[in-house]
Nanobody, 123 residues
Framework: EVRLVESGGGLVQAGGSLRLSCAASGFIYGDNIMGWFRQAPGKEREGVACISPDGMIAYTESVKGRFTISRSNGQNTVSLQIKDLKPEDTAVYYC?????????????????WGQGTLVAVSS
């Protein structure tokens, strides 16, 4: 079973910083592209950043320069460092993996989502 557990959200003032983390288990983590998505109140879920197993990175335009995604294949974690937070960054942030292989050779069709962590930015 794929398990993704996010942490690190909270209430911060505009201009502040946060570091979100996602701990992954139950699959061969080093094979998968990992992503961060967010869903603001009343809006669709949107992709924020993703990182490949070998470290290739992509960001959505609105977060470039403020968000930094990173991963540790040894610790099975993916992180999102956020600086200069804005009220429009307020959302539930989710960690995502696509379909994954477990250690027994079975395929676990995706996508797989964590439960999310809330980031609330006050102006």
């Amino acid at each position: 079973e794929v398990r993704l557990v996010e942490s690190g959200g909270g209430l911060v003032q505009a201009g502040g910083s946060l570091r979100l983390s996602c701990a992954a288990s139950g699959f061969i983590y080093g094979d998968n592209i990992m992503g961060w998505f967010r869903q603001a109140p009343g809006k669709e879920r949107e992709g924020v950043a993703c990182i490949s197993p070998d470290g290739m990175i992509a960001y959505t335009e609105s977060v470039k320069g403020r968000f930094t995604i990173s991963r540790s294949n040894g610790q099975n974690t993916v992180s999102l460092q956020i600086k200069d937070l804005k009220p429009e960054d307020t959302a539930v942030y989710y960690c995502k993996s696509d379909g994954a292989w477990d250690y027994g050779g079975g395929y676990l069709p995706g996508p797989h989502w964590g439960q999310g962590t809330l980031v609330a930015v006050s102006s």
